[in-house]
């Protein structure tokens, strides 16, 4: 059975940091390509920042230069590192999987619960 837990959210003033987590059983992080997402209300789920398999990162602009997304192959856990947090990120923050075809990411198909973060300005 797969389960993503993430953690590490919580209340922050702007300016602040937080780190996240997503500790995985069932997956290894190693091999699939993993992503956080995040769900403010009323707005479209977003993609925050993703590993492939082969490491490399992508970000969405709006976080580019403060957030780092990394992997813990050893402890089977996904990071998201936020500095210079924003009230504009106040969101609902979600790890997923996506198994690969080629190497190429699928479609993401193992959710956690989700993180509440909250920045207030």
């Known amino acids: 059975q797969v389960q993503l837990v993430e953690s590490g959210g919580g209340s922050v003033q702007a300016g602040g940091s937080l780190r996240l987590s997503c500790a995985a059983s069932g997956v290894y992080v190693s091999d699939y390509c993993m992503a956080w997402f995040r769900q403010a209300p009323k707005k479209e789920r977003e993609r925050v920042a993703s590993v492939t398999l082969r490491g490399s990162t992508s970000y969405a602009d709006s976080v580019k230069g403060r957030f780092t997304i990394s992997r813990d192959n050893a402890k089977n856990t996904l990071y998201l590192q936020m500095n210079g947090l924003k009230a504009e990120d106040t969101a609902m923050y979600y790890c997923?999987?996506?198994?690969?075809?080629?190497?190429?990411?699928?479609?993401?198909?193992?959710w956690g619960q989700g993180t509440q973060v909250t920045v207030s300005s």
């Open positions: 997923a999987a996506a198994g690969t075809i080629n190497w190429v990411c699928g479609d993401y198909e193992y």
